[in-house]
């Protein structure tokens, strides 16, 4: 069954402390995104990567970092410099011959 | 900065009805425009549109891009119960960046 999958679906922190969510896919997609939805809202780019080993800082990148060690994986690390992290995280691959992303069903992080 | 407008932000209809909802924007190096349909997780892809003037349509659901005019409308015909969601307009600029707007909230009421 080919798709991507983020983990956990829920998630609770205190704050101070880093949390890192996982985004995994077996699609054999070049590009990975990390998006971050608050109610009411669209989709705000937070980091993205076209290829392993290599990202970019999306439009709110501060407070958050990111890896790309393995093309199937895109880890994203929520620090304590992310002075309001309570949101939904959506994780979303593409092919780079074609614009449709895929998404992970997100997972939803709540800082105490 | 890119940038993406989508009105209104919120819509409600009684089924039957047809809509029309609306995505303007502002991207440096525009490769192409998508809509999703976002019901409680995850977005679903509706439509890619890179040309302008050519309508692409899926049952009751279709799109066009005005190119010229920064521009593009999704149209939903005989709505449904089941429409009810929040339709994301996408935009796809230099070097896979991706500027969403902040979606309409469709309701249709039976």
């Known amino acids: 069954d080919g798709g991507i999958t983020q983990s956990p679906k829920y998630l609770f922190r205190k704050e101070g402390q880093n949390v890192t969510l996982s985004c995994e896919q077996n699609l054999n997609h070049d590009a990975m995104y990390w998006y971050r939805q608050d109610p009411g809202q669209g989709l705000r780019l937070i980091y993205y990567s076209q290829i392993v080993n290599d990202f970019q800082k999306g439009d709110i990148a501060e407070g958050y970092s990111v890896s790309r060690e393995k093309k199937e994986s895109f880890p994203l690390t929520v620090t304590s410099a992310q002075k309001n992290p309570t949101a939904f995280y959506l994780c979303?691959?593409?092919?780079?011959?074609?614009?449709?992303?895929?998404f992970g069903p997100g997972t939803r992080l709540t800082v105490l | 900065e890119d940038k993406v407008v989508q009105s209104p932000l919120s819509l409600v209809v009684h089924e039957g009805d047809t809509v029309t909802l609306n995505c303007s924007y502002e991207v440096t190096n525009f490769r192409s425009l998508l809509w999703y349909k976002q019901e409680k997780k995850a977005p679903t892809f509706l439509f890619m549109l890179?040309?302008?003037?050519i309508e692409k349509k899926s049952g009751r659901l279709s799109s066009i891009l005005d190119k010229k005019e920064l521009f593009s409308i999704l149209n939903i015909t005989a709505t449904q119960t089941g429409d009810s969601a929040v339709y994301l307009c996408a935009v796809e600029g230099l070097a896979g960046k991706s500027t969403f707007g902040d979606g309409t909230t469709l309701t249709v009421k039976p």
């Open positions: 979303a691959s593409r092919s780079l011959y074609y614009n449709e992303q895929f």
């Open positions: 890179t040309s302008s003037g």
